[in-house]
């Protein structure tokens, strides 16, 4: 068994242990003939690619078969948990991408960051924050097929991961998509098998 370190993302105040991607998010009003309530918004959250994470030398894919979410998945601006956006209604998981669905419920000046910026124009990116239970390396050569791709080793593959949040960003780490996503990592106590 082999043992690594902590995944952590590129992004600024990013917790120990996130991995980050891109996707698309999409902020819409509330419905009804009033408008009142929160905002929805849409994120494709994970295109099922692999992810460059900072203080990994391999890259890293999330197998979304084995992806499992807590009750409540909290939505921040930048990994920050203080700046609290909303939170997740609905998630999609069909084994080759994640789409999250939710509110902007959190009564908080990030809320009005995110509104304002995507009433502006702006294009955020999500970020996934999910922490693996189970790596797994493929070996350098060795393919695996991992959310409907093929994937050539050396790699990492997260077999079971637990989906806890996500997170508005400016950009993150997947240019497939235009939202950034990010996942937790395993602490580094955690064991790495091979494949």
Do not use: C
């Amino acid at each position: 068994m082999l043992k690594l370190r902590p995944l952590r993302a590129a992004a600024t105040k990013t917790p120990p242990d996130i991995i980050a991607m891109t996707a698309d998010v999409t902020i819409t009003a509330a419905e009804g003939d009033q408008k009142k309530g929160p905002r929805h918004f849409d994120v494709v959250a994970y295109t099922g690619g692999k992810l460059i994470v900072a203080g990994y030398d391999l890259p890293v894919v999330v197998d979304l078969k084995g992806l499992t979410a807590r009750r409540s998945i909290v939505a921040n601006l930048d990994h920050d948990r203080k700046s609290r956006v909303g939170h997740v209604t609905a998630r999609h998981n069909d084994g080759k991408t994640l789409r999250l669905e939710g509110l902007a419920s959190a009564a908080t000046s990030a809320r009005d960051e995110v509104v304002a910026s995507a009433d502006d124009g702006f294009q955020w990116q999500a970020s996934i924050e999910a922490a693996p239970q189970k790596l797994v390396k493929i070996a350098a050569g060795k393919t695996v097929d991992v959310n409907g791709q093929t994937f050539v080793g050396p790699i990492l593959v997260a077999r079971r991961s637990l989906l806890g949040g996500f997170a508005f960003l400016s950009h993150g780490a997947d240019e497939d998509t235009s939202v950034t996503i990010a996942a937790s990592a395993a602490d580094s106590s955690k064991e790495v098998s091979m494949e």
